[in-house]
Each structure stands twice: as C-alpha cells, then as structure tokens.
C-alpha cells in the first residue's frame, strides 16, 4: 500500500512540532554548561535581560516548580551541580528566535569547577555490575562451568571489541512547543515515539494531573530512540510557556542535539568462545563494560543476544558500568542487540577461521532448539532458514575462505556473514473503532515517526473489518486518544495492531462502536522465547590506496512473523541495515577528554552513510508463520536490520584484507596503519 502521508511529506504539507501556527509566539534558546562537573556559582542576566526582545531568563537563579521526583534528566534549574558539558544551565526567552539566541549568548554563568572524568577504559576502578540492564534483564547470567570448558576446548577464541558513542541524527531535530491554555491544561507539541508515555512524563516532571497535559505529534521525522523518552525541550518550553504566559518554541540546533538527546553508550566487550573437535560450541561468555551519568543509571543490555544465541552447556554473560561526568546514554536502534551481537558475531567469525570451519556452517551447527540461557522454547526460531536463504541469494558456496587473496587493482574483496535477532514483544494498549457514514474511523495513540505506522495500521484494521483500506480512517499522534505504548523496542505495531484488530473485531459485533484494551490479553500470553532472526551478507572492496572500505553488497534475509505490508517492510529492514553501514564504517562520536562533552557536534563530523555509500542493499524474508504472538502473527522489524550488520562487514573486511579490525568505525585510518 502506498504510505497515506506519502504526499502531504514529500510537498512539504506535513506538520511537525515546530511548525504549528500559534498567535503570539515566542522562542527560547539554551545556554549550555561549559563545564563538565562542578556548580554553577552564579548566573548572570542582567545584559540578557536588556537585550531586544528578551522576556524572560530561566535559571537555577530562580528554580521554577517541579515535581521533587522528576527524572534529574528533566529537572531543568533545579540544581547547581553540573554533571556534564552541555547540560543546559539558562534559558532565554524573546520574541525571535534570533533576539533569544543573540541574548543567550550575552548571559554569564561563573562555575565551580571540579576534576572530571569522561574516559570509559576496562580497567576503571569505577566499574560495577548493575542489578539489572534494560529494560529489566539481570546483569549477569550464569550456566556451568565456563572456565572448565574453555580449558578443555579444542579451539578457542579470546577477543575484545570496542565500538564508540553513537547519536541518532534523525532528519526533524528535535523541537518542541507548548502553550497553556485559559483552563490552565497545558499543550505540547513535541517531537515524541509516543504522545501517551510523554504526556505520562511531562505532567510527572511538572507534577500535574495527565489529564492536565495533551501531546501531539502528528508528524515525527525519525527518532531511533533519541525520542523515545521525553527529552528537555519539551519540559522547557512548558516551564517557559508558564513562565512568559505566551506559547514558546524550542527547537534543538543539530549541534545541541549532540547534548541533549541521549547516544549509544560505548562498549567495551571481550567475549570468550570455545568449541569442540566439530565446533560444537562447549563454552560462551560475554562481559560488557559501558558507561552511565552520574544523574541515573542507564545500563545498556548489550550481552543480552548472546542468552538467545546458540546452544552451550557452559554460558556466561554480564555487564559492568562506570558513572562518569557525561550525559546519560538513551536509546538508540537495537540497544544492546547492535553492539552485542557486532562482538558476538564478530568473534563467531575468528572462531569459524581458527576451527576451519565455513561461518555459515558454524552458525547452522550451533543453532538452538531452546532459548540457550532460560530453557525457555522458542515461540518460533528460522536462523537457519535465513542463513541457508541468504547464503544462496548471494552465492555463499563460490567463497574461497582464505583470506587477503583477492585483488582487482588497487581494490582488496572479501565477503562476511554475520547473524541477527531481536526480541518480539508486544505492550499493553487501547484503540477505539467507530463507523461514520459507512467508513471506519480508528483512534489510537500511536506514532508514526517515519515508519509508516499509520499505513500498517490501515491495513491491519481494514483486514479484520474485510473492508476497502480506502474506507479506513486510522488518528494517530494525540494523547487525547486511547491510551498507546511508545513506538520503540520495535513493538509499536504488534502492541497498538493487536488492540485495533480487537476492537476491530467488537466493531464487527456491535455495528457502531468497538473499544479494546489489550493489557488481559497480553497479560496471559504463554511464556514462550519471542525473537525474530535474520542473516547478513556482505561484500566489500578495500582500497590499498586510500584506505577506504566500500560496500559493494548488502543481504539480508529475515524471519520475522508474517510481514504486514512488505513496502514498509523493506524499507525498515534496509534503513536499520544502511545504519549497520554507518555504524561499521563511520558513525562515531568521539569524547572531549581535556573538557568534557563531545568532540564531535554536527553531520560534518559525526558521518552517516549517503545514498552513494548504500548503492547495493537487498532484504528478503522467509515464510514464517507464528501463532504465539498477536493477532496478525507479526514479530517487530525496525531494529533488527541494523543487527548484524557491522558484523557482517567487519568480518568481510577481515575477509578482504586479512586484518582482523576489533574497534568500530573501520575507517580509512585504521585500516591503512597495519597493512600497506
Ligand atoms: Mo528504539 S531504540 O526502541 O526507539
């Protein structure tokens, strides 16, 4: 089906937070903190203050009034302490965009400064296991005798990697507007993965009633997870919208973005694999070092893949997290899957070499029949369905597996395989159905933040109706709609799905009105392991000269339920796969040692893949009928593409070149200081 928002997106007719028309508007603008730890001794407005068209100043000077339990995240002004370069410490509010700027460069803030530390290493004497990771995983798992078995193993590998602070770069930055209107209800427009939990936030933060508070995001250019959790624009434009008793506008400059929207934490991560004289994998373990802020603990899940994996008797696998004086990290596609599983299968890969096994062959024989950690059955498991698939649509058997071999000109070629999954899940939710003049209107809090929800949605509903799509109205984006889980963790359309085909279905039976909520459902779902999986092939050219790896093929295959719409679908399985690109090749945000925050602030230096560097990418997916899931047996899609990815072409680089690279990004640099 073609996207319902297709046209009113690409004519630029698409609404989003910052461009809502409000009479009497006026801007805010951040100042942000020049320190990374320390106090704010004292903030002075007084030029701010006489500047054009200044209304208001907002800072711990002065703290508004916010719930005593707000996220500290979210906690804007009310304390001196400062806990990392960036955070916002004043805000100017004017009748311009350009005057609040101008005048929040004129405000003056002297600091207290302390000793900081920014610097996340394998040795930090800071480093501690947390009770639990995300989103409520123990941080460690234990199964036999891990040491015993590696020390009888036929081959065993011994590995550590490292990848960087990642941050999304949606298109839309993020941006926020609020006002509060006669009746004292507070309206914003924010740049939100779901209207419902961040009304649920913001009127915690400002400790009022929810009903009290309407988000609207109608329209949301990408969020990845960066907006996922109610970020500080939104929260700011309502203290300052009450503070000026006029509409206020926020919009984060890409730059601000760096410091305010959360990143993937980076990882340090040495795994440990032994296997048999067959290559039965006897023992597995993977330790994860990353890091949090000191204002709350974000413990990223990047072990938790290697519990779903492959079958070993002997499984270890942990984490261990340092609080340092830097932002806290957040979301961000496939948290804890897209770093994990890059070590896990990248380590599978020098497992394959050093057992003389082919990497495809490896994975098939190590499948498992039972979720390896908890026991748990799979509600359905195709890896290998993907592997065999994938390795025949990209000619797998014509492989020569020995390494640094291939030449064309200046070019080395290699091809890397590499594994995918991700969890399936489903949240609790509303929706109401109603018939008006013959066509059915569905109204649900979901959102579309570029995934085409609204489409997916459409059809799910015009499929249990048995009516024409066309006669299908799906409202979305509103907190004012029936209650809907964020659209993250790629669980939007299996939980907000399952509770339109209900009342879909209850629309059926009554005739007028049908109204679901899922929460009993879901609630008695049986206790299976819910994972899609897929497999990626990869093909890349290594320049001798310059350095530079180009991806000259890119294949996925998934196993992922029944695919809703298979346009959308593709499109989610090569966007998450063209961030892998990124993320193997040149997505990294390096840290200011010397003064805390981020070195690099803007899409001059953090790099994402361009049309030009994704030229060849390819996703299929293989039958999969699941009946353990929800109503339209789906399982999620947005993140497991990028899982796997950087794998697979780490490991085709390896192939190509015969260096074995263990720090994402493989960027020119690196890859030409070791060979030539
Ligand atoms: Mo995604 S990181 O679950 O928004």
């Known amino acids: 089906m073609k996207r319902i928002e297709g046209r009113v997106k690409v004519t630029g007719l698409a609404t989003y937070a910052a461009e809502y028309p409000v009479e009497n508007v006026t801007y805010a603008y951040v100042v942000q903190s020049q320190i990374a730890k320390g106090r704010v001794k004292h903030v002075d407005d007084g030029q701010a203050l006489e500047s054009p068209g200044v209304l208001a100043v907002l800072s711990c000077e002065h703290p508004p009034d916010l719930a005593e339990d707000a996220d500290p995240e979210l906690a804007l002004f009310q304390r001196r302490e400062v806990a990392y370069r960036g955070q916002i410490v004043a805000a100017v509010v004017a009748d311009t965009y350009e005057n609040a700027r101008a005048a929040a460069a004129a405000v003056r803030v002297d600091y207290d400064p302390d000793d900081h530390d920014v610097s996340l290493s394998a040795d930090h004497p800071g480093l501690y296991r947390p009770e639990v990771v995300n989103p409520n995983f123990p941080s460690d798992t234990q199964k036999g005798d891990v040491e015993a078995a590696l020390a009888d193993a036929a081959t065993t ?17 993020h941006a926020a507007l609020a006002y509060w209107d006669a ?46 959790t109610t970020r500080p624009q939104a929260v700011l434009a309502a203290l300052a919208a009450r503070q000026v008793g006029r509409p206020v506008k926020i919009a984060l400059t890409r730059q601000q973005m760096f410091d305010l929207t959360g990143y993937r934490t980076p990882t340090i991560q040495r795994v440990r694999l032994g296997a048999d004289g067959e290559g039965r994998l006897v023992a597995v373990e993977h330790m994860a070092c990353e890091q949090s802020s000191t204002l709350v603990e974000f413990a990223e899940q990047t072990a938790t893949p290697t519990r779903v994996m492959y079958a070993t008797p002997n499984l270890r696998t942990g984490h261990r997290l340092v609080r340092l004086d830097v932002a806290t990290p957040s979301w961000m596609r496939a948290p804890g899957e897209a770093p994990g599983m890059y070590a896990l299968e990248s380590a599978m890969d020098e497992l394959a070499y050093a057992a003389g096994l082919d990497p495809v062959e490896l994975r098939v024989l190590n499948d498992a029949d039972a979720e390896p950690d908890g026991g748990l059955p799979f509600s359905s498991r195709n890896l290998v369905a993907c592997l065999r698939e994938g390795a025949r649509r990209f000619g797998w058997e014509r492989r020569d597996p020995v390494p640094g071999i291939r030449r064309e000109g200046e070019w080395l070629v290699g091809t890397g395989v590499a594994s995918s999954t991700y969890p399936t899940r489903r949240m609790a939710c509303r929706a109401v159905a109603t018939m008006r003049d013959g066509d059915v209107l569905v109204r649900v809090a979901a959102a579309d933040i570029g995934t085409g929800a609204r489409t997916a949605l459409t059809q799910i509903a015009a499929g249990t109706l048995g009516m ?14 029936p209650k809907a889980p964020v659209a993250g963790g790629s669980m939007g359309t299996a939980s907000w799905g399952s509770a339109v085909v209900r009342a879909c279905e209850e629309l059926k039976r009554d005739g007028k009105e049908g109204r679901a909520d899922t929460a009993g459902e879901i609630e008695a779902d049986a206790k299976l392991a819910r994972h899609a999986f897929g497999a990626q092939f990869a093909e890349v050219r290594v320049s001798s000269v310059t350095g530079e790896v180009r991806v000259a093929r890119l294949l996925g295959v998934f196993a992922a339920g029944r695919i809703v719409d298979a346009t959308l679908a593709r499109s989610q399985f090569l966007g998450g796969m063209t961030m892998g690109l990124g993320m ?10 010397e003064f805390g925050g981020f070195l690099h602030r803007d899409l001059a230096q953090y790099h994402v893949p361009a049309c030009a560097d ?9 039958e999969e009928q699941d009946g353990e899931l929800n109503p339209m047996g789906s399982k999620g899609i947005g993140e497991i593409g990028i899982v796997g990815t950087a794998a697979a072409i780490g490991n085709a680089v390896h192939h190509a070149t015969g260096h074995r690279f263990r720090e994402l990004p493989i960027t020119p640099a690196k890859v030409l200081l070791p060979r030539f």
């Open 468 to 481: 024409a799509p066309e006669r299908v109205h799906v409202e979305l984006g509103d907190s004012d709609l």
């Open 614 to 622: 994704a030229t060849n990418l390819e996703a299929y997916w293989v």
């Open 584 to 593: 193997a090749l040149m997505e990294e945000t390096v840290t200011d040692e």
């Open 183 to 228: 009746e004292g209800r507070l309206m914003v427009y924010d740049t939100a993965q779901g209207t419902s939990p961040s009304r649920a936030t913001i009127a915690k933060t400002l400790g009022l009633p929810p009903e009290r508070v309407r988000v609207v995001s109608r329209h949301v250019g990408g969020g990845f997870g960066s907006k996922g």
């Open 157 to 173: 590998v011994d590995v550590v990697y490292e990848t960087p602070v990642l941050h999304n770069n949606p298109m839309e930055p």
